[in-house]
Structures are given as structure tokens and as C-alpha cells.
């Protein structure tokens, strides 16, 4: 059942949303709802992912950050620049909290 991690394998699980374990079953069973186990294989997804969360938030304070700063320079304009930042804020959270819990996940599961 476990499949050999290399390099390639490990991204492509992440962003397929995959077991560590197995690479088969998926981890998310919605936006931000985990599953409480692999269906494949019963590996168990009930990790802590307190780091997980604070990483997030620096993740999208520094994808967000750089494009307030940019469009300041750029005297884009205080409600372009404002909305700007809250539309990228808006898609950048959820992929963020999805993107870090899965790598926080991986980091735990032992081979």
C-alpha cells in the first residue's frame, strides 16, 4: 500500500490533496473540513496543527503584503489598492490554511 516518496511524489500529493501514507485517499473532505482518517489506509489525520495555522498567516501576509506595498508605490489609488488587497487576502487565506496543514501533515507522518 505505501508507495515509494520521492521528491516528486511528495509534491504531487500535496497538490492532489493526498495521503502521505498511501498517496490514495484524500485528506480534505471539503474546504477546510479534514477527515478524521485515510480511507485507504487508516492513517490517521488528527494531527496538531496549531504551527500549522500561525504558518498560514505568514504565508498570506507575505503574499499579500508585497502587493499592498506595490500598488502603494505605484499610487494605484487607496480604494483600488485596499480592494485589491482584500480580493487577494480573500483567495490567498483559504489556499494557505489547505496548502500548510497538508505540508504540516506530511512532515509528521513517519516512512
Do not use: H
Not at 34 to 56: H, K, M, N
Not at 92 to 99: D, E, G, I, S, W
Amino acid at each position: 500500500m505505501e508507495k515509494d516518496a520521492t521528491a516528486g511524489a511528495l509534491v504531487a500529493g500535496i497538490a492532489k490533496n493526498l495521503c502521505p501514507r498511501c498517496f490514495e485517499g484524500k485528506v480534505f473532505r471539503g474546504l477546510f473540513k479534514i477527515g478524521d482518517e485515510c480511507p485507504v489506509c487508516q492513517l490517521s489525520f488528527q494531527l496538531d496543527y496549531t504551527g500549522a495555522r500561525w504558518l498560514s498567516y505568514y504565508v498570506v501576509l507575505f503574499t499579500v503584503l508585497p502587493v499592498f506595498l506595490g500598488l502603494m508605490l505605484l499610487r494605484a489609488g487607496l480604494p483600488f489598492t485596499l480592494g485589491a488587497s482584500l480580493l487577494m487576502l480573500l483567495i490567498a487565506t483559504p489556499l494557505a490554511v489547505r496548502l500548510v496543514t497538508l505540508i504540516s501533515l506530511y512532515l509528521e507522518v513517519k516512512r
